[in-house]
């Protein structure tokens, strides 16, 4: 069994068999998720996808009180033990470790990274997330790239999370083609409406994933669903 919580732009709770897995915090700062209270929040893991404060906002305050293990590439890490974060685990693009709710490959993302206060974040990644049961990708901040192809040749993934903002990311159109290059029909959409530049029209964003035979699905904030 998985269990996935949206807490609004890119930040998921996936409850993976057990063990929890919270994705890229950016809550407090985000006025449509003004109705989460970040207290309640206890992951066993954090995993980060880069440095930028729309991804890494409630980090520090999340790990500190849950004592969550993150996971993310060595600048980003770096950053977060100067935080007073201790238990981090640091990778980089390509690399996978086994956890205990399975294995974390971290992917190719085409985007760029720097902390909040300026220092450098190594390179985005994607994660590609094996567990007992399910294998799923969140991809972070991206653009569509050829690199995704690569992602099935080694992984069938059960569902995926893919930016379908545009602006800051691929549009939603790309998004779709990104779901044909990682052979995934069950995709969730983030980083969108959050801001002005990337609101988008929600319907004619799953009306391009149906016209390829695929799902995509707009969680509500707060909203839990399984799978
Ligand atoms: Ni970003
Ligand atoms: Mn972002």
Known sequence: MVQITYYGHSCFMVNLAGTKILFDPFITPNELAKDIDITTINPDYILLSHGHGDH??????IAKQSGAMCIG???VMSWLNAQG??????????????F????????NAVHSSSMPDGAYGGNPI????????????YAGDTALTMDMKLIPERHKLDFAFLPIGD?????YIDAARAAEFIKCDDIIGMHYDTFGYIKVDHEAAQNAFSQKGKTLTLMKIGE???K
Do not use: C
């Open 167 to 171: 602006n800051f990311t691929m549009d």
């Open 73 to 75: 590439v060595y600048e």
């Open 56 to 61: 890494v906002a409630d980090a520090v305050s």
């Open 126 to 137: 994607g994660f590609v997330i094996t567990g007992k049961e399910h294998t799923f990708y």
């Open 85 to 98: 974060v201790k238990n981090t685990h640091e990778m980089n693009t390509g690399g996978s470790r086994e």
């Open 224 to 226: 839990t669903l399984e």
């Open 100 to 107: 205990d709710f399975g294995k974390a490959k971290l992917v």
